[in-house]
Nanobody, 124 residues
Framework: QVQLVESGGGLVQAGGSLRLSCVGS????????MGWFRQAPGKEREFVGA????????TYADSVKGRFTISRDNAKNTVYLQMNSLELEDTAVYYC?????????????????WGQGTQVTVSS
């Protein structure tokens, strides 16, 4: 089991950048595929991106491709979401999630553990 804690959210102007962090507990962090998801008010939780166990493979939603970058540092039990060129539509609560099975997935139900989320608000 792993516990996840996100941080780094906040208020940023459109066009700005933020970096979110997600720290996992335990010694087995490197065995999990890690994903980032977000949920805007009144909307379903949606996939942002995911990264493989070793960090060598990533995948992104089309809406963030080219603007967001996921990376991980297994020595620090941490996964990052670098968000550049932020848009108003990026406003949401951002969640990190851990998946036991080693393939990347965009589906929320295929992730086993979730953090509590961190709010990102993009203003005009």
């Amino acid at each position: 089991q792993v516990q996840l804690v996100e941080s780094g959210g906040g208020l940023v102007q459109a066009g700005g950048s933020l970096r979110l962090s997600c720290v996992g507990s335990g010694r087995t962090f490197s065995t999990y595929v890690m994903g980032w998801f977000r949920q805007a008010p009144g909307k379903e939780r949606e996939f942002v991106g995911a990264i493989s166990r070793g960090g060598g493979v990533t995948t992104y939603a089309d809406s963030v491709k080219g603007r967001f970058t996921i990376s991980r540092d297994n020595a620090k039990n941490t996964v990052y979401l670098q968000m550049n060129s932020l848009e108003l539509e990026d406003t949401a609560v951002y969640y990190c999630a851990a998946r036991i099975i080693g393939t990347l997935s965009p589906h929320t139900h295929e992730y086993n553990y979730w953090g509590q989320g961190t709010q990102v608000t993009v203003s005009s």
